[in-house]
């Protein structure tokens, strides 16, 4: 009995451990330094400093429905436009890696929100939650934005990966209150996403990693990982959306963002661009990127495309 009792309790501090330790890499996932961004992004010429140094722009802080400040940037070149964007940046990110996709719209007419997600950049909080928290701080920008410009006006939510899956989680399961949403390689379901990476790193089949991973999640950050879908909440989406993947991504498979196009009801278009791995469609394929997108303003959304030079 007592050997037995030996080995039952290895074995509860091993499955503790390795829940621990598991979702400790969800929860606190490393993020990118800033200036690591700044210099990627101006070296590769996707961002130049100069010129967005000389936007007019204000910087604040939002108070998330949880208590921590969310840092945001307001950038409004063009003060007789009523329509606007917001971007969500992807997990490890922050706002700086949204600036590329903010001058395809301000070249395009519309002022601009850039922010930063919870735990990240300069905002607060203390755990990343893939889109579960991360939805309530996305309605938090989008009331600030509303209540500075006004009810009236005409605004789009941009997301990139985690970004991406943070603004469908927002539109289908708190509010549809956008004109629309680009949503660039968003993950479908974070379980399934899970078990593949979980198979990937631990060479065993990652399904039975994760009971314990949801275990350890919602003791240790109050949520259960099934709540994390997408897919599941996509067809409560009625405004249009643009799905963007590319078809060489292999951290999160472009048949995530299918699927979530085949689900999606109403007015939608897709893109799999033939270039670059995740997160890189803008970046290898960059003209048809923005063709496609004034494709979907134009034919889908119905608004004029008015072209500007901001970047």
Excluded: W
């Amino acid at each position: 009995m007592k050997k037995f009792l030996s080995v039952l309790g290895g074995a509860a501090v091993l499955t503790t451990g390795l829940g621990i330790y598991i979702s400790e890499r969800i929860m606190h996932i490393r993020r990118k330094d800033q200036q690591y961004i700044i210099d990627r992004e101006t070296k590769a010429k996707r961002v130049d400093l100069r010129s967005y140094d000389e936007l007019p722009k204000e910087e604040v802080f939002i108070e998330s429905p949880f208590g921590y400040p969310i840092k945001a940037v307001f950038v409004k070149p063009i003060p007789a436009s009523n329509q606007y964007m917001i971007f969500c940046h992807g997990v490890t990110e922050n706002k700086m890696n949204s600036i590329k996709y903010m001058n395809i719209f301000l070249n395009r007419g519309f002022n601009a929100v850039i922010y930063d997600h919870r735990r990240h950049g300069e905002s607060g909080g203390k755990t990343t939650s893939y889109g579960y928290y991360e939805k309530f701080d996305l309605k938090a920008v989008v009331d600030a934005l509303l209540n500075r410009e006004g009810e009236d006006i005409i605004f789009g939510i941009h997301g990139e990966s985690m970004g991406a899956a943070t603004l469908l989680q927002y539109a289908g399961l708190l509010e549809d209150r956008a004109n629309f949403y680009i949503a660039d390689c968003p993950f479908s379901d974070f379980p399934d996403l899970l078990i593949r990476m979980f198979t990937r790193e631990i060479k065993l089949p990652g399904k039975y990693f994760l009971p314990l991973t949801d275990f350890f999640i919602r003791v240790r950050d109050g949520y259960a990982i099934k709540h994390v879908s997408p897919i599941s909440v996509v067809e409560r989406i009625k405004k249009p959306i643009l799905f963007i993947h590319s078809e060489k991504d292999d951290y999160i498979l472009p048949e995530m963002t299918k699927a979530l196009y085949e689900r999606k009801k109403g007015p939608k278009k897709l893109l799999v661009a033939k270039n670059g791995a995740h997160a890189q469609s803008f970046n290898m394929n960059r003209e048809l990127y923005e063709k496609t997108i004034d494709e979907f303003l134009i034919q889908i959304v119905h608004l004029k495309v008015q072209k500007n030079n901001f970047s």
